[in-house]
């Protein structure tokens, strides 16, 4: 019998009263069963935990959060002071996703996961993107329901040759959009997957990573299951895990 690939999902650090929690979106875990994959929710981890976590794994799922990057990662101060950090999540994805790449695994990030996957490699992010000029307000629209807030906002449009092209049947599709930081100075070494009407980058990948890797800057991961280009993305996501898994793990007896 063959088990399913496993794919790590970092949580979030969120105080719940006067306690501190792990949580991870429900919609993230659904997801990576959309995938044909095992969740694994990881809280914080520490340095000496990473490798180990890795070898238990077929693949990563960066997720999003409310949470920003700590702009100390990328040699800025915080822009804006009222917008909530999270520190520790920091603290090991942004040297885990190295790893990843490094062995090969299959990386899937969203959103924030994204901005982390950026920095993380080199890169840098506006902080607050609709102040800068060219670009567009990428940001929910404030008050409304999560149905209105993670509608379709804008078109990408995919950069040809890369493979988010060859993933999906469409070149040219509508995404949600709820993020208010986003790519700056591109990390050496990734390429363009798809790009906004106003420029921006909405999605990237490592282009000579040793194993399947795409970053998005929308939700995917939203009412997926009804939804054509988030199925093509996660099937082929779930397709590298099962591959890897394939050449990394035996059979259970």
Known sequence: MVRKPVVLVPACNKPLGEHPFHVAGKKYVD????????????????????DALLDLADGVLLTGSASNVHPSHFDEAVHDPALPLDP????????????????GMPLFAICRG????????GGSLHQAVQEVDPYDDHRAPSGEPAAVQYGPAHDVE?????????VLD???????????????????????EARAPDG???????????????????????QASSNPISMQLLQAFGQACRAYRDRHRTAIP
Do not use: M
């Not at 997801?31 to 990473?50: C, D, F, K, M």
């Not at 995919?158 to 060859?166: K, R």
């Not at 909405?202 to 800057?217: D, P, R, T, W």
């Open 31 to 50: 997801a990576v069963r959309l995938a044909g994959a095992q969740p694994l929710i990881v809280p914080t981890a520490l340095p000496e935990e990473l």
């Open 88 to 103: 520790d999540r920091d603290a090991w994805t942004l040297p885990l996703i190295p790893k990843v790449l490094a062995r």
């Open 114 to 121: 994204t901005q982390e996957a950026n920095v993380a490699l």
């Open 158 to 166: 995919v950069v040809p040759g890369g493979l988010l092209a060859e």
């Open 170 to 192: 469409s070149k040219r599709f509508a995404v949600n959009s709820v993020h208010g930081q986003a790519v700056n100075k591109l990390a050496p070494g990734l390429r363009v």
């Open 200 to 222: 921006l980058v909405e999605a990237f990948s490592v282009a000579e990573a040793k194993g399947f890797n795409l970053c998005v800057q929308w939700h995917p991961e939203w």
